[in-house]
């Protein structure tokens, strides 16, 4: 079974640069999760899915981040602009939906200088 | 105040020790999840309970609902076991993670 896959890996920009993060769930799961996680702390939920509607999004700065997940399958997170701050891992997870088992991405390291 | 604390926030140990790190909560939850995060790596769930024991290979997970409170073990620990393991707490659609307990096993 192929796992959440996540997309660059690695990026560097300067700040007041735009990025876009991808992520592809697992097959079928219906509940798609985007995390920032900063160095030395947890996850901290940015956004929520459920197919392609929006469960939480009530920690997402909304003037500058913002996500989609038009079909109710990949999703995109997008930054613009960013500022020094936004750098973090950005991790992408998924479950089956209710309180299914999380399955996480290998996750987007951002560096802004 | 973080509504889900664990401790230690580090850890190193001797490979063969037996090693806790605890986790406490301040809501109400339907599920508690522990996470292994390798350096450079992705997350791995480990367990997922919402009441007694569960137990795989070398780790067993506790939890105590009335206490708000849930323990990771690990026995007979490994260098291979260092790594960063997050607890994290499911209550309606809403998850919240701990900062980590970065764990660090000697040979």
């Known amino acids: 079974e192929a796992g959440v896959a996540q997309s660059p890996r690695y990026k560097i920009i300067e700040k007041r640069q735009s990025v876009a993060f991808w992520c592809n769930p697992i097959s079928g799961h219906a509940t798609l999760y985007w995390y920032q996680q900063i160095l030395g702390q947890g996850p901290k939920l940015l956004i929520q899915f459920q197919n392609n509607g929006v469960v939480d999004d009530s920690q997402l700065p909304k003037d500058r981040f913002s996500a989609e997940r038009l079909k109710g399958v990949d999703s995109t997170l997008k930054i613009q602009p960013a500022k020094l701050e936004d750098s973090a891992v950005y991790l992408c997870?998924?479950?089956?939906?209710?309180?299914?088992?999380?399955?996480f991405g290998e996750g987007s390291r951002l560096t802004v200088l | 105040k973080n509504e889900v604390e664990q401790s230690p926030q580090n850890l190193t140990a001797q490979e063969g020790e037996f090693i806790t790190i605890n986790c406490s909560y301040s809501v109400g939850i339907s599920a508690l999840h522990w996470l292994q995060q390798h350096p450079g790596g992705g997350i791995v769930s480990l367990f997922m309970l919402s009441s007694g024991k569960k137990k795989h290979g070398r780790l067993i997970a506790t939890i105590n609902i009335q206490e708000k409170h849930s323990s990771l073990h690990i026995t007979a620990s490994h260098p291979r076991d260092s790594a960063v393991y997050i607890c994290a707490v499911h209550r309606n659609n809403d998850m919240r993670f701990g900062a980590g307990t970065r764990l660090t096993v000697k040979p």
């Open positions: 997870a998924s479950t089956l939906g209710g309180l299914g088992e999380l399955f």
